[in-house]
């Protein structure tokens, strides 16, 4: 499976964007999919994951109520929905995938296998 995300940008404080992760390949659907982001000198942290069905999300306490992760089978796509950015919020995202039981969702790094290259999300104050 290969990975590409899009969808990031400049954004002032309190707006919104949707990234976006296309797959390539036949086996998205039976992938647990998540999003990451990472800033300079930080290490790649945990954002949002979703099931193979989209029935099951988890979110990193900094996001929940902000961040909406969802999926689109059909269309072999992953969206990361978020409003009211703030500065903090500025990073690469990424998104992630692998093959992976219905039921499971995958909150770490270690659990993925395939990457996508990143975006960059630019929150101005």
């Known amino acids: 499976v290969q990975l590409q995300a899009y969808g990031g940008g400049l954004v002032q404080a309190g707006g919104s964007l949707r990234l976006s992760c296309a797959a390539s390949g036949r086996t998205f659907s039976r992938c647990a999919m998540g999003w990451f982001r990472q800033t300079p000198g930080k290490e790649r942290e945990f954002v949002a994951a979703?099931?193979?069905?989209?029935?099951?999300?988890n979110y990193a306490d900094s996001v929940k109520g902000q961040f909406t992760i969802s999926r689109d089978n059909a269309k072999n796509t992953v969206y990361l929905q978020m409003n009211s950015l703030k500065p903090e919020d500025t990073a690469v995202y990424y998104c992630?995938?692998?093959?992976?039981?219905?039921?499971?969702?995958?909150?770490?790094?270690?659990?993925?296998?395939?990457w996508g290259q990143g975006t960059q999300v630019t929150v101005s104050s």
């Open positions: 992630a995938g692998k093959e992976a039981i219905l039921s499971r969702v995958l909150v770490t790094e270690p659990d993925y296998v395939y």
């Open positions: 979703i099931n193979r069905s989209g029935g099951i999300t």
